[in-house]
């Protein structure tokens, strides 16, 4: 849906993860191997998958100032349960949360989410206020105050309904 260029760092996996449900059309890249493939997740992981990212979406819609979707495990909840440890770099003494093991999905969210805390750049991630897109974006404006994940597509009908709604 959206002309945006990736969200930073880690959260560019988030991001691809939740925009793999096209909420318009009910279309779940999830649903295919290839679609699960950049996840690393197998069918039977595909409930508490959409389930994260229906939790990540519900955040990213609270960052932008909207309620909800549908009633969600809380993110915090899910991210507890994430194995994770201490990572220390011995060439310059660096030091972030790291996926514990193989790095499964939770994880490698629950460290992407830690990166982000630390860069400042957690609450610019939002989810589109239109309630048929709610695409994963990162807000790069200015005063960080994006509503939507394309000006030109979701912003642009937003207005256009609004306008519409004031003509007599």
Known sequence: MSERS????????IEALLNTLDIAS??????????????????????????LRESL?????????????????????????APLYLAVDPSDGS?????????????????AVAEALVAGTWSRFKACEAVT?????????PAGRGRWCSMQVCGARAKMRRYRAKEP
């Open 57 to 81: 979406r519900a955040t990213l819609l609270a960052h932008a100032g909207h309620p909800p979707h549908r009633e969600v495990t809380p993110l915090g909840d899910l991210l507890a349960g």
């Open 26 to 51: 009910g279309g779940d890249l999830l649903d295919t191997p290839d679609g699960r493939a950049p996840f690393g997740l197998t069918e039977d992981e595909l409930p508490g998958a959409r389930e």
């Open 6 to 13: 990736p969200a930073p760092g880690g959260l560019a996996l």
């Open 95 to 111: 030091a972030s949360l790291a996926p514990a093991g193989d790095g499964p999905l939770l994880s490698r969210v629950a460290a």
């Open 133 to 141: 897109c709610h695409w994963a974006y990162y807000d790069r404006s």
